[in-house]
């Protein structure tokens, strides 16, 4: 069974009236709820948020997490960074992370990439285009092609992040814009997933297919061996290259 942390930021659906409208239950409510609809009994889903002690992330939370996916948008800012820190040793050690919509600018994430991680928008209830470019990924598996999504917020190259090691998804937009909306990478023992899509605004993480590539990105950054950190050891003997 893999134990997932779904994480929100949690700030919208406390201030913004149009926010608990679409999500009542709150977005890391609702993305949780998916995942349990998606994934049944493989999956075992608790959620966290900014507002709690370490923002919910303690070292025995993250520790009992296989997968975190993040959501922030307003307050990036307020995460500790002693949170991010351990955050981002948990990756490094096999942790998978999926990083959602906004959570571009998280400091976790610009920390893992290294760049500024970023870009082009505009809110205009615009419909997206998301595009499979990599059929075989197990993480568009299941996923129509293209996916409409009928409303979003509009995200647009360049995408300041590292090339990723795979691209799942590209998006396009009424304007013409483009965006790599599903990239994969590896950083230490740990896979990361960004994820576009997903507007305070919009009911995307209503819609079924979207939870779907949501369940099968928790699939796909799931650790394959126990987590560690790397060691460094000093070889005290020859091996079988040095002997005579």
Same mark, same amino acid.
């Given at each position: 069974?893999?134990?997932?942390? !779904?994480?929100?930021?949690?700030?919208?659906?406390?201030?913004?009236?149009?926010?608990?409208?679409?999500?009542?239950?709150?977005?890391?409510?609702?993305?949780?709820?998916?995942?349990?609809?998606?994934?049944?009994?493989?999956?075992?889903?608790?959620?966290? =948020?900014?507002?709690?002690?370490?923002?919910? *992330?303690?070292?025995?939370?993250? /520790?009992?997490?296989? %997968?975190?996916?993040?959501?922030?948008?307003?307050?990036?800012?307020?995460?500790?960074?002693? %949170? %991010?820190? &351990?955050?981002?040793? /948990?990756? *490094?050690?096999?942790?998978?992370?999926?990083? +959602?919509? $906004?959570?571009?600018?998280?400091?976790?994430?610009?920390?893992?990439?290294?760049?500024? @991680?970023? +870009?082009?928008?505009? #809110?205009?209830?615009?419909?997206?285009? *998301? =595009?499979? !470019?990599?059929?075989?990924?197990?993480?568009?598996?299941?996923?129509?092609?293209?996916?409409?999504?009928?409303?979003?917020?509009?995200?647009?190259?360049?995408?300041?992040?590292?090339?990723?090691?795979? +691209?799942?998804? !590209? #998006? #396009?937009? $009424?304007?013409?814009?483009?965006?790599? #909306?599903? @990239? @994969?990478?590896?950083?230490?023992?740990? &896979?990361?997933?960004?994820?576009?899509?997903?507007?305070?605004?919009?009911?995307?993480?209503?819609?079924?297919? %979207?939870?779907?590539?949501?369940?099968?990105?928790?699939? =796909?950054?799931?650790? !394959?061996?126990?987590?560690?950190?790397?060691?460094?050891?000093?070889?005290?003997?020859?091996?079988?290259?040095?002997?005579?």
């Amino acid at each position: 069974m893999l134990n997932v942390t !779904v994480w929100g930021e949690n700030v919208h659906e406390q201030d913004d009236a149009a926010v608990q409208k679409i999500y009542p239950d709150t977005m890391h409510e609702t993305i949780a709820a998916g995942l349990r609809a998606k994934l049944g009994d493989e999956v075992k889903v608790r959620t966290a =948020w900014l507002q709690q002690p370490e923002h919910g *992330l303690t070292e025995e939370v993250l /520790a009992e997490t296989d %997968v975190l996916t993040w959501w922030g948008h307003r307050a990036h800012g307020d995460v500790d960074d002693a %949170v %991010v820190e &351990r955050v981002q040793e /948990a990756v *490094l050690s096999g942790m998978g992370l999926i990083a +959602l919509h $906004s959570a571009h600018f998280s400091k976790i994430f610009k920390k893992l990439m290294g760049t500024t @991680c970023s +870009l082009d928008w505009r #809110s205009e209830d615009d419909r997206e285009l *998301l =595009w499979t !470019v990599a059929a075989g990924h197990p993480i568009a598996a299941g996923v129509p092609h293209p996916l409409v999504i009928p409303q979003e917020e509009m995200y647009g190259e360049l995408f300041d992040v590292p090339q990723p090691d795979e +691209l799942v998804f !590209v #998006s #396009s937009f $009424s304007g013409g814009e483009v965006f790599r #909306s599903g @990239c @994969c990478y590896r950083r230490g023992q740990g &896979r990361v997933f960004y994820f576009r899509p997903g507007d305070q605004e919009y009911p995307t993480y209503h819609q079924p297919e %979207v939870q779907q590539i949501l369940a099968n990105a928790v699939q =796909w950054a799931a650790p !394959v061996v126990p987590r560690q950190l790397p060691d460094v050891h000093h070889r005290k003997t020859p091996g079988w290259f040095d002997q005579a």
